[in-house]
């Protein structure tokens, strides 16, 4: 059984970082990405960035690039993280970290049906 669980989301302040956390299970070890989408309330699911399970290539949307970071962190589990730095209100969203177990071209990564495993989600708010 495959599943990823977020974790790390909460309220900010504008211009504040967060980090957040995707742990997966199951036979990581096929996976060719890990990911990261958000949705605003009311709107479509949203690519915000992509790394492949080496974790040597990485690739953002320019919504976030230079503020947001994706790692594989290496401790007692193997989790993907998601550090947001300089957050904006119109970061807010639920965020989910996905994954994919076939390798999808870079021009595809930003739809989300071509992934298959998903968490369940992580409210981030940012406001003053």
């Known amino acids: 059984q495959v599943q990823l669980a977020e974790s790390g989301g909460g309220s900010v302040q504008p211009g504040d970082s967060l980090r957040l956390s995707c742990a997966p299970s199951?036979?990581?070890?096929?996976?060719?990405?890990m990911g990261w989408f958000r949705q605003p309330a009311g709107k479509e699911r949203e690519f915000i960035g992509v790394?492949?399970?080496?974790?040597?290539?990485?690739?953002y949307s320019d919504s976030v690039k230079g503020r947001f970071t994706i790692s594989r962190d290496h401790g007692v589990k193997t989790t993907v993280g998601l550090q947001m730095n300089s957050l904006k209100p119109e970061d807010k969203a639920v965020y989910y970290c996905?994954?994919?177990?076939?390798?999808?071209?870079?021009?595809?990564?930003?739809?989300?049906?071509?992934?298959?495993?998903w968490g369940q989600g992580t409210q981030v708010t940012v406001s003053s």
């Open positions: 996905a994954a994919a177990s076939s390798a999808i071209i870079q021009t595809a990564l930003v739809d989300p049906k071509r992934w298959d495993y």
């Open positions: 790394m492949n399970w080496r974790g040597d290539r990485k690739y």
């Open positions: 199951g036979t990581t070890s096929l996976w060719f990405h």
